[in-house]
């Protein structure tokens, strides 16, 4: 009888084993059209920021209101969507250091104006303020990295810009913005310690308990001679 159960338990067995991999198989799908999607942003905002930039002729005077504007246009766009701001921050942040880079402009300033942005901006469409600054702030690093620029400028100036647009939002989001770049700054060379002092763990007293018996050692007990 054992037998029988166990032949009828195996097509359920497989059936399972077969809508997981179904699962998995779409999810991996999908998640391969977000990166072309993040891609394409990516690739959008690029081509817009320095295009615009070369038709002004002014980098240095226009790319901080070219900044403000493409993140604003991106904001908008999610607003009428109804969804899609934290994924397509981190693209919309790189496309927008990446075109800045391609004009010669100033990357570093560019990454502070841009997280500001957003931040000040998810907060003014009700999103979650501390995962855009997240977003964005990986997205600029991101693409410093890429174009070879200063990353831990970047980085310092990125965090910094994030927490003080959250700043104008409220102690609640300035903490929550915090917490969340903690571990955003972690890699990345000496940013962790300038931009966001980490607790320093407890001192125990270790040494102290190691040359405490040193006292007791020659001490000798009367009731064990003889």
Not at 23 to 50: D, F, M, P, Q
């Amino acid at each position: 009888m054992s037998n029988e159960h166990v032949i009828e338990e195996s097509p359920m067995g497989e059936g399972i084993g077969k809508a997981g991999t179904a699962v998995k198989e779409g999810v991996v799908s999908s998640l391969k059209g977000i990166n072309e999607i993040e891609a394409e942003i990516v690739s959008l905002v690029r081509n817009t920021v320095s295009n615009t930039l070369r038709a002004t002729g002014s980098v240095a005077n226009e790319a901080v209101t070219i900044t403000r504007d493409v993140v604003k246009g991106a904001i908008q766009a999610t607003e009428e969507v109804g969804t899609g701001l934290i994924l397509s921050t981190k693209s919309v942040a790189k496309g927008v250091v990446m075109g800045v880079s391609d004009v010669g402009g100033d990357v570093v300033t560019v990454a502070s104006q841009t997280v500001k942005g957003a931040v000040k901006g998810a907060a003014e469409v009700g999103a979650d303020v501390a995962m855009v600054a997240r977003r964005a702030v990986d997205g600029v690093i991101e693409a410093t990295k890429e174009v070879g620029g200063n990353v831990e400028d970047v980085a310092k100036v990125a965090v910094g810009g994030a927490i003080e647009a959250a700043g104008t939002i409220g102690n609640t989001a300035v903490k929550a913005v915090k917490d969340m770049l903690v571990g955003v700054v972690e890699g990345v060379k000496e940013v962790a310690g300038a931009a966001l002092p980490k607790p320093r763990p407890a001192v125990t007293g270790a040494r102290k308990e190691a040359t405490a018996p040193k006292a007791g050692v020659s001490e000798k007990n009367p009731e064990n001679e003889g």
